[in-house]
């Protein structure tokens, strides 16, 4: 079987018959052997409409109806792994991912693209189906995945849920049972070096209801958290941050005590303040942020400390110059103060990385070279 299609349904009976109809028209007239497999938790009597359509059509259709598990996740799952087929493609039965965009899609992955999104966001794609409350949730939740996961930043709709994938790409890969959003999961664990987006125009759900709700919500910034545990490289990032903001307490803590406590003068209260929070930092990222990942010979630990210091000294003076630069342009020394930070966190844990500690190669877990491209639409 060359192309497998899942499709998760919860109480869907208006619409698998016109999907069926609208996949089989897409594909109709090209060399595509597929399947099409709905993974079902209906309550309604959606099963027997699969049931005629499996009879029907009894080299395409074919479903499972599960009475005891729920939720899309799952189903997805238990889909890629009912399908034997060379590429999968999954998406929703309200017909809001239109069937017509496979023809494209398939080509693509035959073309050797390991994952192929339709995108609403690509040119000459649209969102057009969706209130704009959802739009706004929609938007955030993408945003904050973008920012939070690193492998997410170029894709530019990574919340659809509409997607096809080689095989080898989610083989082998445990993926989450929670969550709405396993296209992000497949992004975030799977095995692939390029991905393509193709514009889509996201239409309104043809009949039923949306089973979105606000748990759903809850359970994607849940979903999320995970997500960003689970990918060594990005948590180390938040790691970093939450390290460097136990820094600063201790060094504000310290600060206090010298000047107030002690009387010491001014500078070197602030130098001595400084130079243990400094210490601080050392090893909690040491022991935390990139435990396991010291230098295996001896000398070249030896000069962790040295590095980690020069580095820590170049993130200063970056921030004093935003600091000076804000004030040059009459802007606020605070504010200044705030982006040197926002800057110099980003370069010293680039630099960490690099030199302090013996980070895994990136290039090996195949982070750096991953390829986003999308259609080329005039
Ligand atoms: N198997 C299964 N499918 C589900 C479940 N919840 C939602 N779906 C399906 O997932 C797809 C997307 O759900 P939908 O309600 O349209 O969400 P929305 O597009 O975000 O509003 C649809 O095909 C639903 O039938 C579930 O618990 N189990
Ligand atoms: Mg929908």
Redesign the pocket.
């Known amino acids: 079987m060359q192309l497998g299609i899942i ?6 009976r208006e619409n698998v018959r016109t999907m069926v109809e609208r996949i089989s028209a897409a594909l109709s007239g090209r060399d595509i052997q597929y399947e099409i497999w709905f ?3 209906s309550r309604d009597d959606t099963p027997v409409v699969l049931e005629e359509l499996a009879s029907q059509y009894p080299d395409t259709v074919r479903y499972v109806h ?1 009475e005891e598990a ?3 996740a799952t ?1 997805v799952v238990e889909g890629f792994h009912r399908s034997q087929a060379e590429h999968l493609v999954v998406m ?3 017909l ?1 991912h239109p069937p017509e965009v496979l023809p494209v899609l398939v080509e693509r992955l035959e073309e050797g693209i390991d994952v192929v999104i339709p995108s609403r966001f690509v040119p000459g794609g649209s969102d057009g189906g969706l209130s704009t409350l959802r739009k706004v949730v929609s938007w955030t939740a993408r945003t904050l995945g973008r920012i939070a996961l690193k492998r997410l930043r170029h894709i530019s709709d990574c919340t659809g ?1 509409f997607f096809g994938v080689r095989r080898k790409v989610v083989e082998g890969v445990e993926l989450s049972p929670i969550g ?1 959003k396993i296209l992000m999961e497949v992004l975030v664990k799977g095995h692939y070096e390029t991905v393509h987006e193709i514009p889509y125009q996201f239409e309104d ?1 043809s009949a039923g ?4 709700s606000l748990r759903e919500q809850w359970n994607y910034l849940h979903h999320l958290g995970r997500m960003v545990w689970g990918s060594p490289d990005d948590r180390r990032f938040y790691l970093f941050c939450f390290v460097g903001g136990l820094g600063t307490i201790v060094n504000l803590v310290v600060m206090a005590i010298l000047y107030h406590g002690f009387h010491l003068k001014e500078i070197p209260s602030s130098v001595i303040a400084s130079l243990i929070a400094m210490g601080h930092n050392y090893l909690w990222n040491d022991n935390l942020t990139w435990r396991g990942h010291a230098h295996p010979v001896k000398w070249r630990r030896m000069l962790q400390i040295p590095i980690f210091m020069i580095i820590s000294a170049i993130s200063i003076l970056v921030t004093a110059l935003f600091v000076k630069l804000l004030v040059w342009w009459h802007g606020d020394a605070v504010l200044g103060q705030f982006i040197g930070i926002v800057v110099s966190t980003v370069w010293s844990y680039t630099a960490n990385n690099k030199w302090t500690w013996k980070a895994p190669d990136e290039r090996r877990s195949g982070l750096t070279t991953i390829r986003v491209t999308h259609e080329d639409v005039r």
């Open positions: 499709v998760p349904t919860y109480n869907e993974i079902d938790d599960r729920r939720g899309l189903a929703d039965a309200d809001q849920g709405w759900r209801q949306s089973k979105m």
